[in-house]
């Protein structure tokens, strides 16, 4: 389980951590850095999959993703910097943490035409990962510098001399025998599944028939709805299916058809002579089967994190989500980033109705980790800080490698 997140250096993230719980609530007025937060994440994701680079030059590459704001905050007047600028993320489980920093890429030759074509791209300069909450000196596992990547066994060892800028180390060094360590963290990045684009506008994949197979994840934009949905009956999860549909839309019933290997989501509704296709459903009831669909997937990954799940529901449906939400927050640590109040209320009362004796501490039938933590970010000259948080002891434990 995830304990804590930390980012510095990112956008509007000048240097923020946040506790996670099994389920963990952002919530924050528009412009807060919600956003910013939800990127960090993903971005930390990518990593796992030598995709940091590209979702860097999706925004404009790293230069325009750096904190804008002098070093140390607090809207004063810009100095010379001390430290490298990087973006830094970092996270920390009950027993490893792992950190990357990235940074501006060397300059290339202007005459090397190729180099110039990945110019934008961000360099990975330093990765650590470590055993406990904090990064020691005893307490390293396997570091990296620049190309050099070395685990510790009996001594330090080196894996590698040769990891590419734009590869971490996560991949480069990723030895079984040697760095067993790697290979457990790189598979749990990779399970991470970040949903903020699940299309519900007139031509959305979703809505028409499509080709289908088993799939235990459904797309990032929701384009296989109808196989995710079957798949997860296939799997033994029906009865779940069937009564978070039944939760939110009373006397309905949800049923995928097959023909010619085409799959189609189909929705029987009480009074209705036949089943409503998804090309007919309202854009907040395609998107609360597509939030079902990403919760109930058949095999959990360490995180789930939904991006303003809400849009385009209308309020009735939100008990139902929170609902939803922190039932699957027993089998997966879950994230949701939200601009709703009414949502994060549900969340919390739907949170304290599984925590079992109504308290909402989650610390019912002893089980500690069914908690829900609530963070509310706010700008201040600029910045996201933790509302309530007055300094650095007033957070997560946390220390950058």
Do not use: C
């Not at 060094?173 to 790189?186: F, I, Q, S």
């Not at 097959?258 to 090309?279: K, N």
């Amino acid at each position: 389980m995830l304990s804590t997140v930390a980012v510095r250096g990112y956008r509007s993230l000048r240097d923020v951590v946040i506790p996670l719980g099994a389920l963990t609530v952002v919530t924050g007025s528009n412009g807060s850095g919600k956003s910013n937060l939800y990127r960090a994440l993903r971005l930390l994701a990518a990593t796992a999959r030598e995709g940091a680079p590209a979702a860097l030059a999706l925004e404009g590459g790293l230069s325009s993703a750096l904190w804008a704001g002098p070093e140390q905050g607090g809207g004063g007047e810009g100095t010379v910097r001390r430290r490298p600028v990087r973006v830094e993320l970092g996270f920390t489980g009950e027993d490893t943490g792992y950190a990357v920093a990235l940074g501006l890429p060397q300059r290339p030759d202007p005459t090397d035409r190729i180099a110039m074509l990945f110019a934008r791209d961000p360099e990975v300069k330093e990765e650590s990962v470590w055993a406990g909450q904090l990064p020691r000196p005893a307490s390293m596992l396997t570091e990296r510098r620049g190309p050099h990547v070395r685990t510790r066994g009996d001594g330090w060892e080196t894996l590698t001399a040769s990891a590419r800028p734009h590869e971490s180390m996560l991949e480069a060094g990723a030895d079984p025998e040697r760095a067993p360590e790697l290979v457990r963290l790189r598979e749990e990045l990779r399970s991470w599944r970040l949903y903020d684009h699940l299309r519900t506008d007139p031509g959305a994949p979703a809505r028409a028939p499509r080709p289908g197979s088993r799939t235990s994840a459904l797309a990032d934009d929701g384009a296989d709805l109808a196989a995710a949905l079957a798949t997860i009956m296939d799997m033994g999860r029906s009865a779940e299916l069937q009564d978070a549909v039944e939760h939110a839309f009373p006397g309905s019933r949800l049923d995928v058809a097959a023909g010619d290997g085409l799959f189609e989501v189909l929705l029987h509704q009480p009074g209705l002579l036949r089943p409503l296709r998804a090309a007919e459903l309202s854009d907040g009831t395609l998107r609360y089967l597509m939030v079902t669909a990403a919760l109930l997937t058949p095999r959990p990954p360490q995180l789930i994190v939904l991006n303003e799940p809400e849009q385009s529901m209308h309020v009735s449906l939100l008990p139902a989500l929170a609902r939803m939400t922190a039932r699957a927050a027993r089998g997966a640590q879950v994230m949701v980033v939200t601009h709703s109040t009414e949502l994060s209320e549900e969340l919390e009362r739907a949170a304290a109705d599984e925590d079992g004796d109504g308290d909402g501490d989650g610390d019912g039938e002893g089980d500690d980790d069914r908690r829900v933590v609530t963070i509310e970010l706010t700008k201040e000259h600029g910045e996201t800080v933790v509302v309530g948080r007055e300094g650095p002891l007033d957070g997560p434990a946390w220390r950058w490698p």
